[in-house]
């Protein structure tokens, strides 16, 4: 069962530019959790905002949690070309096992 | 460095063949888990597991048993392969603790699996 879906699918921006990526999801969570995943290898953990938490920071990355409307957004400031990879929500199930949503897929270009 | 490793980054059989993906973690980690990833579909969860010898199933476990007879090694088995089974599995582990504290899992680098 998918749990967060991805807003938009696909993104293209340039360097030195913020991209946002939206997530939304269905049930109540314990934690909202951003991944990325470069082309064609395993997922890398970005930041994990917790329910009780508004916002969080960790670099040039901002995560947004907004449980009244089931809601989550990452932000990526000043884009650079290594930032193009696909990143994906998750939420906690049970057995601590993530429901995923399908990813956005982000290019940045030169 | 912590690591999530699997036994094939590439991998190629034929179907009807009996197909063995090894997950490896060397973080002492409680829970592990296989994922497979299809285009527009995202991760699915096949199993998972918490325990040595113990398996629960995930969304997807049809065609698909696993084994974990060690705490750092969690195997997932394609039965009789199939083509619909053509994917890019992912194998992921984590610790366990409070769902409130719960951090990160950690995923191998994937294997892509055809299957003719």
């Known amino acids: 069962s998918q749990q967060g879906e991805e807003d938009p699918q696909a993104l293209s921006i340039q360097e030195g530019e913020n991209a946002t990526m939206n997530c939304s999801y269905k049930?109540?969570?314990?934690?909202l959790q951003w991944y990325r995943q470069n082309s064609g290898r395993g997922l890398v953990h970005l930041i994990l905002?917790?329910?009780?938490?508004r916002e969080k920071h960790s670099g040039r990355l901002r995560v947004t949690l907004d449980t009244s409307k089931k809601s989550s957004s990452l932000l990526i400031t000043a884009s650079r070309a290594a930032d193009t990879a696909s990143y994906f929500c998750?939420?906690?199930?049970?057995?601590?096992?993530?429901?995923f949503g399908k990813g956005t897929s982000l290019l940045v270009t030169p | 460095d912590v690591k999530v490793t699997q036994s094939s980054r590439y991998l190629v059989k034929r179907t009807g063949e009996k197909v063995f993906l090894e997950c490896v973690q060397d973080?002492?980690?409680?829970?592990m888990f296989w994922y497979r990833q299809d285009p527009g579909l995202g991760l699915r969860l096949i199993y998972f597991?918490?325990?040595?010898?113990?398996?629960e199933k995930g969304d997807i476990p049809e065609g698909y048993s696993v084994s974990r007879e060690k705490k750092e090694r969690f195997s997932l088995i394609l039965e009789s392969a199939s083509t619909n089974q053509t994917s890019m599995y992912l194998c992921a582990s984590t610790s366990a603790g409070l769902p409130s504290s719960y951090n990160e899992q950690f995923f191998g680098p994937g294997t892509r699996l055809t299957v003719l």
């Open positions: 973080m002492d980690h409680e829970n």
């Open positions: 597991s918490y325990d040595v010898k113990m398996k």
């Open positions: 049930t109540s969570i314990n934690n």
């Open positions: 905002i917790r329910s009780n938490e």
């Open positions: 998750a939420a906690l199930r049970t057995g601590y096992a993530l429901n």
